[in-house]
């Protein structure tokens, strides 16, 4: 199993940028996957970036171009760049690690984006 603790969140004005960290308890040089999801008050999580232990990334639609997930395997951290924020960014943002049959997922940090 794995522990996750996120840090980063933070309240940024529209066109701002912040960085998400998410530190694992253990090493996630092996982990299947590294993602970060979102999700918003009334609104079902959805996930925003996804690393896999090769490297390889995925981005929603919806922060293509904006976001970018990385890892450092050393410091057991993955992060979230997040540039050119938008108010509808505005969610408590979730640290998530697949280890194939499980699932475990951080606390959530809120980040909230002002007009």
């Known amino acids: 199993q794995v522990q996750l603790v996120e840090s980063g969140g933070d309240l940024v004005q529209a066109g701002g940028s912040l960085r998400l960290s998410c530190a694992a308890s253990?090493?996630?040089?092996?982990?299947?996957?590294m993602g970060w999801y979102r999700q918003a008050p009334g609104k079902q999580r959805e996930i925003i970036a996804h690393?896999?232990?090769?490297?390889?990334?995925n981005y929603a639609a919806s922060v293509q171009g904006r976001f970018t997930i990385s890892r450092d395997n050393a410091k057991n951290t993955v992060y979230l760049q997040m540039n050119s924020l938008k108010p509808e960014d505005t969610a408590v943002y979730y640290c998530?690690?697949?280890?194939?049959?499980?699932?475990?997922w951080g606390q959530g940090t809120q980040v909230t984006v002002s007009s």
């Open positions: 253990r090493s996630i040089f092996s982990i299947n996957a």
């Open positions: 690393i896999t232990s090769r490297g390889s990334t």
């Open positions: 998530n690690a697949d280890l194939g049959s499980t699932n475990y």
